[in-house]
T-cell receptor, first 118, second 115 residues
């Protein structure tokens, strides 16, 4: 149980275009999802916290108008990278917290999406 | 402020050697959770262990063992008789419950196990 999927697993897009990444909790409901970014040979950096039905909370230094997050249901959060540039090329990972258990320390991670902007 | 320090960046060992990965954390909270994750070349994070701040018992799981010492704010991870399949990046992370449930990751340790 507690499986999180991401789609696509990898994507190549041209500079200036937008790309959407989906994060789904397959067998549980998630009131909170997190989006992380990981550059090559670096650690995971939290970009934003996404709560179902409300606006996402972005970490300092993350442009909310560039990285649009929508958490429209208890099983789906999306991250849209708008007007992507080569410096946005990275590995994007989402995680989800099981709703209703009180175990907010327990995050289930998706497999990640590798974005390459040419 | 919360912080996780993994001072070792890269470790290379020969198969069957034991290896210890160090993790030091900082927090003013009394209730917190510590984690270790493995990230193989595929990129997907693999959960290894979670420990809460009130449980200082060491844990052993097969070839893996963890040493949690609050006195030194450390949560070290030892792999006994390492294998090539253990080659990966290992992250230590600090987390909390309640509203502030986000994880703070260390920079990771790249472990290479040579045959």
């Amino acid at each position: 149980g507690a499986v999180v999927s991401q789609h696509p697993s990898w994507v190549i897009c041209k500079s200036g275009t937008s790309v959407k990444i989906e994060c789904r909790s397959l067998d549980f409901q998630a009131t909170t999802m997190f989006w992380y970014r990981q550059f090559p040979k670096q650690s995971l950096m939290l970009m934003a916290t996404s709560n179902e039905g409300s606006k996402a909370t972005y970490e300092q230094g993350v442009e909310k108008d560039k990285f649009l997050i929508n958490h429209a249901s208890l099983t789906l959060s999306t991250l849209t990278v708008t007007s992507a540039h080569p410096e946005d090329s990275s590995f994007y990972i989402c995680s989800a917290i099981l709703a209703g258990t009180g175990k907010r320390y327990e995050q289930y991670f998706g497999p990640g999406t590798r974005l390459t902007v040419t | 402020a919360q912080k996780v320090t993994q001072a070792q960046t890269e470790i290379s060992v020969v198969e069957k050697e034991d290896v210890t990965l160090d993790c030091v954390y900082e927090t003013r909270d009394t209730t917190y959770y510590l984690f270790w994750y493995k990230q193989p070349p595929s990129g997907e994070l693999v959960f290894l262990i979670r420990r809460n701040s009130f449980d200082e018992q060491n844990e052993i799981s097969g070839r893996y063992s963890w040493n949690f010492q609050k006195s030194t704010s450390s949560f070290n991870f030892t792999i006994t008789a390492s294998q090539v399949v253990d080659s990966a990046v290992y992250f230590c992370a600090l987390g909390f419950t309640g509203a502030n449930s986000k994880l703070t990751f260390g920079k990771g340790i790249t472990l290479s196990v040579r045959p």
